[in-house]
């Protein structure tokens, strides 16, 4: 699997628009093949940075994607951020839910200083 995540920092003035622009690319880039999600949150401390972030099957429907009027798109609101951009493209090798957390605590490699238990009640 693939991630791509893009920061961007926005003048107050284009914010809207921006993500605008972004929400109405989540739908046909989730249509299109191995594109797995499509998320746009907004940081709480500062609500001008939003994140941009793809998931993709594989690195070639990725490669697929940035040939793409909707990469170009996306390409168009980098261009209209504030700053420069951060761009980030991980490649993920496992993805594991709470139970791999619980399997941790079990080992007990969690925090001694909380009793291995991290606050999590069962």
Partial sequence: MLAFR???RFTP???DEAVGVLRSLAGPVRAEPGCVATRLLQDVNDRQ????????QDLEGFERHLRTAWFRTTLAVMEMAAGQPTVEIDD???RRGFGR????LAD???DSTTGGRAGVST
């Fill in 92 to 94: 993920i090798v496992s």
């Fill in 49 to 56: 940075t939003l994140d941009y972030i793809e998931e993709w």
């Fill in 13 to 15: 003035t284009a914010l």
């Fill in 108 to 110: 007990g490699r969690a």
């Fill in 101 to 104: 957390i619980e399997e941790l």
């Fill in 6 to 8: 893009l920061r961007l």
